[in-house]
């Protein structure tokens, strides 16, 4: 007789296109990683603590945008992903993405340095 908890748990784990939620500090842990760049030297940089810099990563306290802005610059991850949890895919102004258009606009989606660059338009 199958266990029938396996089943449910198999199809929860198999829908498509799901994406799982990621919080603030779970995207900063992951650009920190994807970028190989480690807390104290993040914290070093900003001028901060490390543990300011841990109690980001786990969810513990505010970031204050200012810091948000520079660790989206110094991973190389988007600012919109790493502050939203959403990257915008519209390309700019005269694309499908403009108001009133469809969405092109991706929740929760990791975003790293290849992905990053990879979504740069090539120069013509």
Same mark, same amino acid.
């Given at each position: 007789?199958?266990?029938?908890?396996?089943?449910?748990?198999? &199809?929860?784990? #198999?829908?498509? *296109?799901? @994406?799982?939620?990621?919080? /603030?500090?779970?995207?900063?842990?992951?650009?920190?990683? +994807?970028?190989?760049?480690?807390?104290?030297?993040?914290?070093?940089?900003?001028?901060?603590?490390?543990?300011?810099?841990? &109690?980001?990563? #786990?969810?513990? *306290?505010? @970031?204050?945008?200012?810091? /948000?802005?520079?660790?989206?610059?110094?991973?190389?991850? +988007?600012?919109?992903?790493?502050?939203?949890?959403?990257?915008?895919?519209?390309?700019?102004?005269?694309?499908?993405?403009?108001?009133?258009?469809?969405?092109?606009?991706?929740?929760?989606?990791?975003?790293?340095?290849?992905?990053?660059?990879?979504?740069?338009? +090539?120069?013509?």
């Amino acid at each position: 007789m199958p266990h029938h908890g396996c089943m449910a748990n198999q &199809r929860t784990l #198999n829908v498509p *296109g799901r @994406v799982p939620e990621l919080t /603030l500090g779970m995207r900063i842990e992951v650009a920190l990683r +994807d970028a190989k760049v480690g807390k104290q030297e993040l914290a070093d940089h900003l001028g901060v603590e490390r543990g300011s810099v841990s &109690r980001w990563v #786990n969810d513990r *306290g505010p @970031v204050r945008d200012v810091y /948000l802005r520079q660790i989206a610059l110094i991973t190389g991850v +988007d600012y919109r992903w790493l502050r939203y949890g959403e990257i915008d895919l519209t390309g700019g102004p005269g694309t499908p993405g403009e108001q009133g258009g469809p969405s092109t606009t991706w929740k929760n989606a990791p975003l790293g340095r290849s992905a990053h660059l990879a979504s740069v338009p +090539d120069a013509a």
